[in-house]
Nanobody, 122 residues
Framework: QVQLVESGGGLVPAGGSLRLSCAAS????????MGWFRQAPGKEREFVAA????????LYADSVKGRFTISRDNAKNTVYLQMNSLKAEDTAVYYC???????????????WGQGTQVTVSS
């Protein structure tokens, strides 16, 4: 059974940085596209970033482009989300996601993690 476990969330002041990690039990991990989504209170879950199987291709939501970076380490079965210049509006629960088709991970993931809370104080 596929498991995605996020970590690295927390409370950070505006302008600060956090790095989220997602450890995946997918075998082989390198076969799946990986992504990050977020859900703020009272809002729908939204796409944040995605990466291809090798990590060579990435896709970002306009709201995070230039501030967030998605990366993966296939040897460690882990995907990361480096978040810089954080804003209060980045406050949300962040979810890791996966799909065998990297194109679809940004729209309809197969698997989800439990989420990790990120709170940015203004």
């Amino acid at each position: 059974q596929v498991q995605l476990v996020e970590s690295g969330g927390g409370l950070v002041p505006a302008g600060g940085s956090l790095r989220l990690s997602c450890a995946a039990s997918i075998r082989p991990f390198s076969n799946d596209g990986m992504g990050w989504f977020r859900q703020a209170p009272g809002k729908e879950r939204e796409f944040v970033a995605a990466t291809s199987r090798s990590g060579s291709l990435t896709l970002y939501a306009d709201s995070v482009k230039g501030r967030f970076t998605i990366s993966r380490d296939n040897a460690k079965n882990t995907v990361y989300l480096q978040m810089n210049s954080l804003k209060a509006e980045d406050t949300a629960v962040y979810y890791c996601a996966a799909h065998r088709d990297p194109v679809r991970v940004a729209t309809s993931p197969d698997y989800w993690g439990q989420g990790t809370q990120v709170t940015v104080s203004s």
